[in-house]
């Protein structure tokens, strides 16, 4: 299967817990953010955004908070299930000049305990 | 992935030979965008294109080339210059409307 999870940072917690991701970005102009869960052996699937003009937004047993002071984001999942064990990162966006300029994080790898 | 294909999902190339990446999306998005991911490591840009018959060098297009004849269609070689090929390689594709970049499910190419 894919490497993608080789030494990475492990958040491991125990199913029905809630988890807490963090991530630091690097760039005070982002203003657009997603995080993505990527599956061992496949291509990351978009989980939730937030664009910079706020500091929370809620999915289904997801939340992202933004902290643009400290140029935080995190991703919190509720009730941990099983199915969310992956690789979570993060992905900051500016457009200068109207090109998209992408920077992805390297990731966080959740292991759910049964 | 919705909409996006990539094939082969594995692929083997024996050194010095050039080999193409298939990226195929029926979502009718205009950019389409090459990365490649490494174990540790965040992806990084190979090649991108906003519309048909444009592409734009991204951070480490060294080594590789693409084409866009299509819409739909964006192809990535990895030529024998590239020195360290074996990676992960995703294809992702983005609409006008929106500055989500979705991905599909990756190519592992390993170098013999």
């Known amino acids: 299967g894919e490497s993608v999870g080789l030494h990475l940072p492990t958040l491991s917690v125990q199913e029905g817990d809630n988890s807490i991701i963090n991530c630091a970005y690097s760039n005070s102009a982002s203003d657009y953010f997603i995080w993505y869960k990527q599956e061992s052996g496949k291509g990351p699937q978009f989980i939730i955004d937030?664009?910079?003009?706020?500091d929370k937004r809620q999915g289904q047993r997801v939340t992202v908070l933004l902290n643009k002071t400290v140029k935080h984001l995190s991703l919190q999942i509720a009730a941990t299930q099983p199915g969310d064990s992956a690789v979570y990162f993060c992905?900051?966006?500016?457009?200068?000049?109207?090109?998209?300029?992408?920077?992805f994080g390297t990731g966080t790898k959740l292991q759910v305990i049964p | 992935d919705g909409g996006i294909t990539q094939s082969p999902k594995y692929l083997f190339r024996k050194e010095g030979q050039n080999v193409t990446l298939s990226c195929e999306q029926n979502?009718?998005?205009?950019?389409m965008y090459w990365y490649r991911q490494d174990p540790g490591q965040g992806l990084r840009l190979i090649y991108y294109s906003q519309i048909v018959n444009d592409f734009q060098k991204g951070d480490i297009a060294e080594g590789y080339s693409v084409s866009r004849e299509k819409k739909e269609s964006f192809p990535l070689t990895v030529t024998s210059a590239q020195k360290n090929p074996t990676a992960f390689y995703l294809c992702?594709?983005?609409?006008?409307?929106?500055?989500?970049?979705?991905f599909g499910p990756g190519t592992r190419l390993t170098v013999l």
């Open positions: 992905a900051e966006n500016m457009a200068p000049g109207g090109y998209q300029k992408v920077t």
């Open positions: 992702a594709t983005k609409g006008t409307s929106t500055d989500t970049q979705y």
């Open positions: 937030i664009r910079s003009n706020m």
């Open positions: 979502l009718n998005h205009d950019a």
